[in-house]
Every structure is written in C-alpha cells, then in structure tokens.
C-alpha cells in the first residue's frame, strides 16, 4: 500500500555532502515511522537512521552520529538524510524504509515496506 521512492545519490569525494531523499505515496505518512538503512557489496544491511511519525523522535547508528541527519516533511511525503563528511566507508546502497507498530526500528525485518535504493560512492 506503500511505494517509497529513493533519490540523491551520486558519487562524491570524501569530505562531500549528498541529500538523499525518499518520497513515499499515499495519505497515511504521518502514521509511519521512517528509517534508512545501507547495504555494502558483500556485506550485511546495516541501520542508519530512524525517524518516528510525527519527526519528533530520531535515532541514529554509532557510526554516523555527528555527520548524518534524518529529517522527514509530512506535507511532502518525504524523508531524507542529509550526510555531511562523507567517507569511503560509506559507499553503499542506501534504502528507505517505512513501517508501523513495530518491535524496535534498528531491525529491517521489521519494516513494512522498502524503496529500491540509491547508490552512493565516495572516493578518497
């Protein structure tokens, strides 16, 4: 019932910034909490950031505290992630998701639904 689309990536060198953003469809947005997560090549997906409904509530991974933020506009259907002081290690898939009522948001197989992800490579 829900498509999330994933846009904003690119490939940057280290030290850039990218914004990436997801726009979802539908007119329930505000009902779901929203994460990113990030998949490297021969690696696991890995949680990145998560924002609740109403964008009053974030939670962030170690590894990105400090240089990544996750914002969401309802009236948009949007969320994005704003990633400032990029390094290689960051080169992944990023992909958006969106679930409800869900046990913990650190989790993927919790959520709901997905986006097709966006590639984003840094170079040093």
């Known amino acids: 019932q829900v498509q999330l689309v994933e846009s904003g990536g690119g490939l940057v060198q280290a030290g850039a910034s990218l914004r990436l953003s997801c726009a979802a469809s539908?007119?329930?947005?505000?009902?779901?909490?929203m994460g990113w997560f990030r998949q490297a090549p021969g690696k696991e997906r890995e949680f990145v950031a998560a924002v609740g409904g109403s964008g009053g509530s974030t939670l962030y991974a170690d590894f990105v505290k400090g240089r990544f933020t996750i914002s969401r506009d309802n009236a948009k259907n949007t969320v994005y992630l704003q990633m400032n002081s990029l390094k290689p290690e960051d080169t992944a898939v990023y992909y958006c998701?969106?679930?409800?009522?869900?046990?913990?948001?650190?989790?993927?197989?919790?959520?709901?639904?997905w986006g097709q992800g966006t590639q984003v490579t840094v170079s040093s």
């Open positions: 998701a969106a679930g409800r009522k869900m046990r913990t948001v650190l989790v993927a197989h919790e959520y709901d639904y």
């Open positions: 539908g007119r329930t947005f505000s009902s779901y909490a």
